[in-house]
């Protein structure tokens, strides 16, 4: 379900389409995202801008239509919240093995998300699947609704738990490698 597009050339992702730059990475390794910003004439206008994230180990990455379906995200959001993981349908799609276990660059995000809030995804994604109200409770009980925290606060991160982590956890967007479930 991944798509990476190294035959294109390099991508600049200033240059991608305004439909295709959520969930993408460029060629220098850092995420896309999308923005939006009030044209000469007043309307609101959407434009695809570089994020100071780097993502290792995925450059040149375009999201898949089945991986943005399979885990219920949409390419048109501008910016990300943890309140996507409080939402038990959001979250099942997101913790479903079309997207866990095939969409590595959609996971990595949102585990670096819910890491940021304190919350491992693949212990959150095991709550969800045998218990998903008890995922919620988890997750509210981390102190995710009362807003973010830093990596720092999470704590150390075994190997175990997740892959190497960019040292820039930004809320909007960040990556590191899936842990298995």
């Known amino acids: 379900m991944m798509v990476r597009h190294r035959n294109l050339g390099e991508i600049i992702c200033e240059e991608l389409p305004v439909g295709m730059c959520s969930f993408s990475i460029a060629s220098s390794g850092k995420r896309c995202l999308l923005e939006t ?9 959407f434009q695809c801008k570089t994020s100071e994230v780097v993502v290792e180990n995925m450059p040149e990455w375009i999201e898949s239509d ?17 309140d996507s993981l409080l939402d038990p349908q959001s979250s099942a799609k997101l913790c479903s093995s079309a997207c866990y276990q095939n969409c590595p660059n959609i996971v990595d995000l949102y585990h670096n998300l819910a890491l940021a809030e304190g919350v491992f ?27 973010p925290a830093s990596a720092a606060a999470a704590g150390p991160i075994s190997d175990e738990a997740a892959g190497p982590i960019s040292s820039d956890l930004h809320a909007i967007s960040v990556a590191c490698a899936p842990s298995s479930m």
């Open 121 to 147: 995804l693949a212990d959150l994604c095991k709550a969800q699947k045998t218990n998903p109200r008890r995922a919620m409770a988890q997750l509210l009980s981390s102190g995710a609704a009362s807003g």
């Open 37 to 45: 910003y009030t044209s000469d004439d007043g309307t609101l206008e």
């Open 66 to 82: 089945e991986c943005t379906s399979a885990c219920g995200v949409d390419r048109y959001s501008v910016g990300i919240s943890s």
